[in-house]
């Protein structure tokens, strides 16, 4: 049941997705492992094979749905990560001889897709993310890809604007949620035909599984998404599945805290001479804040700021107590990284990709003040 568009994001995410309830059994199905179903006579669906459906995959599925599309008809199709979804959009709506607009400034693994789509004849164009550039070169594009907030420069596009002209030459649009979540940002309301995501990030948000999903309101569209994750078994897990319906239920209290979290850590930051480059859709004086106040009903969990050089950056991470030094982002931990130790983003040395997660403000901001100033005294000596 995809509940009225009325309830709250809270109210919707703890009841997203459960079935109708049925005396003694729980609240939420726990997780059902099978490779394959009794299934005598005809094969009909549902259940048949375990690559093909799976009811845990059903009622994480249907949970998706309701956050992405309050009281709408839309379809999701789970994915065992982030890469699988992405890939599943790319590689069921492309053929030799169509053109793909991708980012150049979006997830580090997508030069990756780019070099396997150029190798199968796709022709792959490429544009930064903020100031709808993506327009110069859409047309004829059979895919525009969008990534926003983009990850790590967190820069915004206006996908209202960029779908409007894409559907007007026959352009698809997807659009990769990932740092926004849906409780950030709708985009199949904003006109866009799939909304794409990495669950491993804040959807789940305790950084103990990996998972995706694709979701569409067209019906064709998502049928090829889901006949792609038959083709390539790229299947979630039931228990990650289980998990991560079971995370969604704490999915708005996680978000409301950490997105709230990382607005008060990008104003101490914005306000420090030691730091420069502060990013964050939700800071008043964001070059992203008045797209992503027209689109975003909340900025996400992460800012990225910029140390001076590479040493004071690493030491900076060395002397956190609270946050973790680790990849990824959206978690209940705060975690942060010096982006550039990876090689593919087009980043400064000493830029900080800083997730932050669900801690007392207070207490993360005095970690993060307390190993800024411990940095800047090393450095008078
Ligand atoms: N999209 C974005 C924006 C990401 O940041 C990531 C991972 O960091 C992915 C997609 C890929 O997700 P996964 O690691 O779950 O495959």
Not at 53 to 61: D, R, S
């Amino acid at each position: 049941m995809n509940h009225s568009p009325d309830i709250g994001d809270g109210t919707r995410a703890v009841r997203a997705g459960l079935p109708e309830p049925v005396k003694h059994e729980p609240t939420l199905p726990g997780p059902v492992f099978a490779a394959h179903f009794h299934l005598p006579g005809d094969p009909t669906g549902p259940y048949t094979y375990g690559r093909d459906e799976n009811p845990t995959w059903t009622h994480l599925e249907q949970a998706i749905s309701e956050l992405e599309a309050p009281g709408g008809s839309v379809e999701t199709v789970a994915f065992a990560s982030g890469m699988a979804a992405i890939s599943a959009v790319a590689f069921s709506q492309l053929r030799a001889g169509d053109a793909i607009v991708l980012p150049d400034d979006g997830y580090q693994a997508l030069p990756l897709l780019r070099e396997r789509l150029e190798a199968y004849g796709v022709e792959v164009r490429t544009a930064p993310t903020g100031g709808d550039a993506q327009l110069q070169v859409l047309a004829g594009a059979r895919l525009l890809w969008i990534e926003t907030p983009s990850n790590p420069g967190l820069d915004v596009c206006d996908i209202r604007r960029l779908v409007r002209e894409a559907h007007a030459g026959g352009t698809l649009v997807a659009v990769d949620n990932t740092l926004a979540t849906p409780l950030g940002q709708r985009p199949l309301e904003l006109g866009a035909d799939f909304s794409v995501a990495s669950d491993t990030k804040g959807m789940t948000g305790h950084g103990d599984i990996l998972l995706g999903h694709v979701t569409s309101g067209d019906p064709e569209l998502a049928a090829g998404v889901r006949r792609w994750r038959k083709v390539v078994g790229a299947i979630p897990g039931p228990m990650e599945a289980w998990l991560a319906h079971r995370s969604l239920a704490t999915l708005q209290l996680r978000i409301e805290r950490q997105c709230a979290n990382a607005l008060v850590l990008a104003r101490a930051l914005a306000e420090r001479d030691d730091v420069s480059g502060v990013r964050h859709p939700g800071l008043p004086g964001d070059p992203s804040h008045a797209v992503a106040a027209r689109q975003m009903r909340r900025f996400g969990s992460v800012v990225s700021f910029v140390l001076p050089d590479r040493d004071k950056a690493e030491r900076f991470l060395g002397e956190l107590r609270l946050v973790e030094e680790a990849t990824s982002f959206g978690g209940v931990r705060s975690t942060a990284e010096r982006r550039g130790r990876w090689g593919g983003d087009a980043v400064p040395d000493g830029f900080i990709r800083f997730s932050v997660g669900a801690e007392d403000p207070e207490d993360l901001l005095a970690d993060v003040l307390n190993a800024l100033d411990t940095v800047r005294r090393q450095a008078g000596h």
